[in-house]
């Protein structure tokens, strides 16, 4: 190892950036807790099969982004990309099935060797919500309100849209693509290398490319409207008369798609163009086959992730922790006192910050610079008395108070 340098695309953080990570997570927290989803976690590392086999050989993440490695007993481990798949096969392997319809959230970090750029890490983290054995378009409509009163609860909601559609049934799915295949078809030269190739592969993909050749392409393409059965039909309008009650804003983008096979119905991104480049926030969708490409039963469900970075970008500063109090000991004596002061405040649920470094000045000054309100300042003299001085950093005011009386001189 011959320097220092955090690996690229990852990030160390302290004070208001780490400050901002946790607001997310804490938000995501409570809103989880309003409905009904158990905390889960699941591990950084899964064999590499069940990523490959759930998100799809012919995928970014699985084809070029994944962190693989043989572990020392030269088994195939991957660091994982997002939760889902560890999430479908703890479901199967952990016997959680008994549970279903089984509502579960987790967060932490995720990996994906990309290009490192504004919002866009190679270490990550995300929020992830989950609804497994439940088919019900009443799934997707709590799903759906949980990522939004998240945005709500955080504050960003304003510059952010919900963007829903729908992919149907397999029936449905089935007959688009036909109709994809036809018309892109027709366009086969003027379209990109990379939709070329998905034109093989993955011809839905060619609806969401951002390659300026392939937008009129793909603007002009058929809606899935047309194909649509009844049952998906159905579905769909269950689902956005949901959100309507529940009082979700959405807008349809027929361009919104998921390439592999077995995703189904409700697909949706929650975008800002706040980011630049990197506007999705909050994306998912329903993907009643995943648990089958793992090898388990038929099992619909529905979920979704969301970059926690991009979203601790765009909420306000967090308010900075502060101290309740901070102890400012002069002499050898209050030294040691101030040691057992602090510890009885601390187990008082009081936030104490303890001054030991430097003389008289120093320890004020840095008492003043530590945002807490009180100091309370010990001298050897006035601790034969049982007293100290406490300091109202905000007014500026001093009066002795007894020690015993700490808690309750501060008001806790
Ligand atoms: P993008 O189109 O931005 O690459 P994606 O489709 O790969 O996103 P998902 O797999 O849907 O993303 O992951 C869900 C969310 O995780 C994204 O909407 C985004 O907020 C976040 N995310 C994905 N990749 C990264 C990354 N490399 N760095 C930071 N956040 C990320
Ligand atoms: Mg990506």
Not at 85 to 96: F, H, K, M, T, V
Not at 249 to 262: C, E, I, K, Q, S
Not at 282 to 295: F, K, P, Q, T, V
Not at 350 to 368: F, Q
């Given at each position: 190892?011959?320097?220092?340098?955090?690996?690229?695309?990852?990030?160390?953080?302290?004070?208001?950036?780490?400050?901002?990570?946790?607001?997310?997570?804490?938000?995501?927290?409570?809103?989880?807790?309003?409905?009904?989803?158990?905390?889960?976690?699941?591990?950084?590392?899964?064999?590499?099969?069940?990523?490959?086999?759930?998100?799809?050989?012919?995928?970014?993440?699985?084809?070029?982004?994944?962190?693989?490695?043989?572990?020392?007993?030269?088994?195939?481990?991957?660091?994982?990309?997002?939760?889902?798949?560890?999430?479908?096969?703890?479901?199967?392997?952990?016997?959680?099935?008994?549970?279903?319809?089984?509502?579960?959230?987790?967060?932490?970090?995720?990996?994906?060797?990309?290009?490192?750029?504004?919002?866009?890490?190679?270490?990550?983290?995300?929020?992830?919500?989950?609804?497994?054995?439940?088919?019900?378009?009443?799934?997707?409509v709590?799903?759906l309100a949980f990522g939004d009163q998240l945005l709500r609860?955080?504050?960003i909601a304003e510059g952010v849209t919900l963007q829903l559609n729908?992919?149907?049934?397999?029936?449905?799915?089935?007959?688009?693509?036909?109709?994809?295949?036809?018309?892109?078809?027709?366009?086969?030269?003027?379209?990109?290398?990379?939709?070329?190739?998905?034109?093989?592969?993955?011809?839905?993909?060619?609806?969401?490319?951002?390659?300026?050749?392939?937008?009129?392409?793909?603007?002009?393409?058929?809606?899935?409207?047309?194909?649509?059965?009844?049952?998906?039909?159905?579905?769909?309008?269950?689902v956005t008369r949901g959100l309507d009650a529940a009082g979700v804003a959405w807008t349809r983008n027929?361009?919104?798609?998921?390439?592999?096979?077995?995703?189904?119905?409700?697909?949706f991104e929650f975008v800002t163009?706040?980011?630049?480049?990197?506007?999705?926030v909050l994306?998912?969708?329903?993907?009643?086959?995943?648990?089958?490409?793992?090898?388990?039963?038929?099992?619909?469900?529905?979920?979704?992730?969301?970059?926690?970075?991009?979203?601790?970008?765009?909420?306000?500063?967090?308010?900075?922790?502060?101290?309740?109090?901070?102890?400012?000991?002069?002499?050898?004596?209050?030294?040691?006192?101030?040691?057992?002061?602090?510890?009885?405040?601390?187990?008082?649920?009081?936030?104490?910050?303890?001054?030991?470094?430097?003389?008289?000045?120093?320890?004020?000054?840095?008492?003043?610079?530590?945002?807490?309100?009180?100091?309370?300042?010990?001298?050897?003299?006035?601790?034969?008395?049982?007293?100290?001085?406490?300091?109202?950093?905000?007014?500026?005011?001093?009066?002795?108070?007894?020690?015993?009386?700490?808690?309750?001189?501060?008001?806790?």
């Amino acid at each position: 190892m011959s320097s220092l340098q955090p690996v690229r695309g990852t990030q160390s953080l302290l004070g208001e950036d780490a400050d901002r990570l946790h607001a997310v997570i804490g938000a995501f927290d409570r809103v989880r807790r309003l409905y009904g989803f158990k905390r889960v976690e699941v591990p950084v590392i899964e064999q590499t099969g069940v990523f490959a086999r759930t998100m799809g050989e012919t995928t970014d993440v699985v084809s070029k982004e994944m962190y693989s490695f043989e572990d020392r007993g030269g088994e195939g481990i991957t660091l994982r990309p997002e939760f889902t798949a560890g999430i479908c096969r703890a479901y199967l392997s952990e016997g959680w099935q008994q549970y279903a319809p089984l509502k579960v959230a987790t967060w932490g970090s995720a990996f994906r060797y990309e290009r490192p750029q504004k919002g866009r890490f190679r270490e990550f983290h995300q929020l992830d919500a989950e609804i497994i054995g439940a088919g019900e378009p009443q799934a997707d409509v709590e799903l759906l309100a949980f990522g939004d009163q998240l945005l709500r609860e955080l504050g960003i909601a304003e510059g952010v849209t919900l963007q829903l559609n729908t992919l149907g049934d397999s029936a449905t799915r089935d007959s688009w693509r036909s109709g994809l295949v036809a018309h892109f078809d027709k366009h086969r030269g003027d379209l990109s290398e990379d939709s070329q190739t998905r034109l093989e592969k993955n011809p839905l993909r060619i609806l969401d490319s951002k390659d300026p050749r392939d937008r009129p392409i793909a603007d002009a393409a058929p809606d899935i409207d047309a194909h649509m059965s009844a049952e998906a039909g159905a579905f769909f309008e269950a689902v956005t008369r949901g959100l309507d009650a529940a009082g979700v804003a959405w807008t349809r983008n027929a361009r919104l798609v998921r390439g592999l096979d077995y995703y189904r119905h409700t697909a949706f991104e929650f975008v800002t163009d706040r980011l630049g480049a990197q506007g999705t926030v909050l994306a998912g969708g329903r993907y009643d086959g995943l648990i089958e490409a793992l090898g388990g039963p038929h099992t619909p469900a529905v979920g979704w992730a969301a970059g926690i970075e991009r979203l601790a970008m765009m909420i306000d500063a967090p308010k900075a922790e502060r101290s309740d109090i901070a102890i400012v000991p002069l002499g050898d004596r209050a030294d040691a006192e101030a040691t057992r002061i602090a510890a009885g405040l601390r187990a008082a649920g009081v936030a104490a910050e303890l001054g030991y470094r430097g003389n008289m000045k120093k320890r004020m000054s840095r008492a003043n610079a530590s945002g807490a309100r009180y100091a309370l300042i010990i001298g050897d003299e006035e601790l034969d008395r049982g007293e100290g001085q406490l300091k109202d950093l905000m007014s500026g005011e001093q009066r002795a108070v007894s020690l015993h009386l700490l808690a309750e001189a501060i008001g806790r």
